[in-house]
């Protein structure tokens, strides 16, 4: 944020406001010992100087120079240069989320072209501008359809990321909606499971796709099972995986949601990131957030304006659909950049390059003894990995050697989920291959 020091005539005019002779009766609340603190800097050093400080620090971060395969949430992919070039130009800093469209019409137009690509990777009709991110999203999407329907009761996979789900919880507890998760059968959702907990006063299931297990979760049977109960099919998908899989809208869903990290925006130690929820025109009256919309003007140009924007600022609070209050707009720009200069082909060729290393790395590691795949079902780029020891034992035994193997599935001590994507090497392959199996020498034996 730009500093902007005010001139003593400006200081003056303020405290003639305030009816107020001196700076110090406007701050005479704040303890004398916290005015002004004497503060030890460092002598002020060269560019040059401050860059070899910085390279020194985060070299000390030992998690710079493993080799990753995490995964879980939040993916490494490739970026394209331009991506952060173009986020940067002056033209999409705002200091407040645009509202004006006679002065914000290029950054109307960014949201506009972000809700359009969103819409037609997820099969969608309508997308709003974004909320914080994959979890929001899903909450967000959750209330969307309670109100939608007019029930109180969503029924959420167990195959869904953990901290997605305890977002939920915490997003329904206050308005009292009640939220009961339907098992898992061998990493995908049970379907005759999902039947059972269907009722009359359930107003949607939520499912990931592909989900925590990295498993493309079975969306048509899911619809089907759906079918006679009403309630509405709400799916978290991976818009990166959207790439080679189909699209929830051709599979039944009614509201999908997501995060956006997948798609040109860096890992940055978890966040920011943002969100996305889209649907079907039927339910668009009650999208969160916002929603831009193309028009004319009276002269027949093009132009771009926020058509809804059911927040309490702008409605009855009673009214409001969601009182989220960002939607991480620069982030959802990046996304937009990233899809843009990708295209379809790209997009598709770095989701199928993800798919295959995945499979590789998976077909290497389960080759040594003791070592299986958990679940026989399709995977994305990730999968759920048992071993025959303690899946933090390992961890820890390959952070030791400058490798990060997986997240510790809290479900089972000897599972692990690991990630592979477009940018995993085979050398990387070859390196996890042969730091398991020397981990795993001594129990074998």
């Known amino acids: 944020m730009v500093f902007i020091p005010h001139t003593p005539d400006e200081k003056q005019s303020m405290l003639d406001a305030l009816g107020l002779q001196t700076e110090d009766q406007l701050f005479h609340m704040i303890p004398a010992q916290l005015q002004n603190p004497a503060i030890e800097f460092p002598p002020a050093l060269t560019e040059l100087e401050i860059s070899e400080v910085m390279n020194d620090a985060a070299a000390n971060n030992p998690a710079s120079q493993c080799v990753s395969f995490l995964g879980g949430g939040a993916y490494a992919h490739f970026i394209p240069q331009a991506v952060s070039a173009i986020i940067s130009r002056g033209d999409f800093s705002t200091a407040y989320t645009p509202y004006q469209p006679e002065v914000s019409q290029g950054t109307l137009q960014a949201i506009f072209e ?10 969608m009709d309508a997308c709003n501008a974004g909320v914080y991110d994959g979890a929001s999203a899903l909450a967000e999407g959750a209330l969307m359809a309670c109100r939608a329907v007019r029930k109180d009761v969503v029924l959420v996979s167990s195959s869904v990321n ?31 499971a ?6 009359d006063k359930v107003a949607a299931f939520f499912v990931q796709y592909p989900n925590y297990y990295g498993v493309v979760e079975p969306l048509e049977d899911i619809a089907a099972a759906l079918q006679d109960s009403k309630a509405l099919l709400g799916v978290s998908a991976n818009p990166h995986a959207l790439g080679v899989l189909k699209t929830p809208g051709a599979l039944g869903a009614d509201i999908v949601t997501g995060d956006l990290q997948p798609l040109g925006i860096s890992l940055s130690y978890g966040g920011p990131y943002a969100g996305y929820v889209a649907c079907t025109e039927k339910y668009i009256r009650q999208l969160p957030g916002r929603l831009v919309g193309q028009t004319k003007d009276e002269d027949g140009k093009t132009g771009y304006v926020l058509t809804l924007q059911t927040r309490e600022q702008h409605i009855r609070r009673a009214k409001a659909t969601s009182n989220i209050c960002t939607n991480q707009a620069l982030c959802a720009l990046a996304a937009t950049v990233y899809l843009a200069l990708m295209g379809p082909k790209g997009l598709r060729d770095a989701a199928t390059l993800s798919v295959k290393k995945a499979h590789a790395l998976q077909q290497a590691l389960c080759e040594i003894e003791g070592v299986s795949l958990e679940y026989s079902q399709p995977f994305f780029h990730e999968f759920a990995l048992r071993l ?40 990387d392959i070859d390196l996890y291959k042969t730091i398991l199996t020397e981990a795993l020498q001594p129990t074998v034996a």
């Open 194 to 199: 999902l039947k059972e907990a269907l009722s």
């Open 114 to 123: 972000f809700q359009t690509m969103i819409s037609r990777l997820t099969g």
């Open 162 to 192: 953990p901290h997605y789900r305890r977002v939920l919880q915490t997003y329904l507890d206050g308005p009292g909606i009640e939220v009961i998760e339907v098992p898992a059968a061998d990493g995908a959702t049970d379907v005759n």
């Open 388 to 427: 025959p020891v303690p899946a933090r034992q390992f961890i820890e035994a390959a952070k030791q050697r400058g490798l990060l193997p997986g997240i510790a599935i809290q479900d089972d001590a000897k599972l692990l989920l690991v990630c592979a994507t477009e940018l995993t090497k085979t050398s």
